[in-house]
């Protein structure tokens, strides 16, 4: 199975605050790496797909960027509804495995 | 619009057998390059993968729970069902299903979520 290492695992940012993420594969996987935000009591929700394509409705203030092994999840300017715990997934290789989660706080 | 929604027991005793259903609208089962895949996530841990049933009813699972695991679908009813034998406490967790976005056998992109079931394992 590829491993998925997030860091860190916890964060404190104020509001407006630039915030970066980042996650390292075990093994090379392209670009086959999504992000998603999950909030307290409800389900994730597809932020990026393939590294740095933003998924549709998402806000321009989040983004990611990376190939390979090494990847970066980044907030331009936090904002209070951007609390959550964020987890990267690669899908280059099945079992489909998630990083341990990000969680945000202001 | 898509929406995915589970069903099931919220409590099940160890050894018993667990039978999940998630019932779908906005797309079917049947075009190309659809698929639904089961995730879960014990409380206050990460999202573990468990299974993915394509639109051609071929079928992935996590190695790891490949032997208790079985995905089946009902095209007819937008219907995808998840089994897992054998449960013990450590299978507590809520439970999603969530439709996947992709090309064939390439791209995994979970873009439509289910509210979860928590699925407590417990005598």
């Known amino acids: 199975d590829i491993q998925m290492t997030q860091s860190p695992s916890s964060l404190s940012a104020s509001v407006g605050d630039r915030v970066t993420i980042t996650c390292q594969a075990s093994?090379?996987?392209?670009?086959?790496l999504n992000w998603y935000q999950q909030k307290p009591g409800k389900a994730p929700k597809l932020l990026i797909y393939d590294a740095s394509n933003l998924e549709t409705g998402v806000p321009s203030r989040f983004s990611g960027s990376g190939s390979g092994t090494d990847f970066t999840f980044a907030i331009s300017s936090l904002q209070p509804e951007d609390i959550a715990t964020y987890y990267c997934q690669q899908h280059d290789n099945l079992p489909f495995t998630f990083g341990q989660g990000t969680k945000l706080e202001i | 619009q898509i929406t995915l929604r589970e069903s099931g027991p919220t409590l099940v005793k160890p050894t018993q057998t667990l039978t999940l259903t998630c019932n779908f609208s906005?797309?079917?089962?049947?075009?190309?390059?659809?698929?639904v895949g089961w995730i879960r996530q014990p409380p206050g841990k990460a999202l573990e993968w468990l299974a993915l049933?394509?639109?051609?009813?071929?079928?992935r699972y996590s190695p790891s729970l490949k032997s208790r695991l079985t995905v089946t679908k009902d095209t007819s009813k937008n219907q995808v069902d998840l089994t897992m034998t054998n449960m013990d406490p450590v299978d507590t967790a809520t439970y999603y299903c969530a439709h996947r976005r992709g090309d064939g056998y390439n791209r995994y992109y979970f873009d439509y979520w289910g509210q979860g079931t928590l699925v407590t394992v417990s005598s």
């Open positions: 093994q090379g996987i392209s670009n086959y």
């Open positions: 906005g797309f079917s089962l049947s075009t190309s390059g659809v698929g």
């Open positions: 049933i394509y639109w051609n009813n071929d079928k």
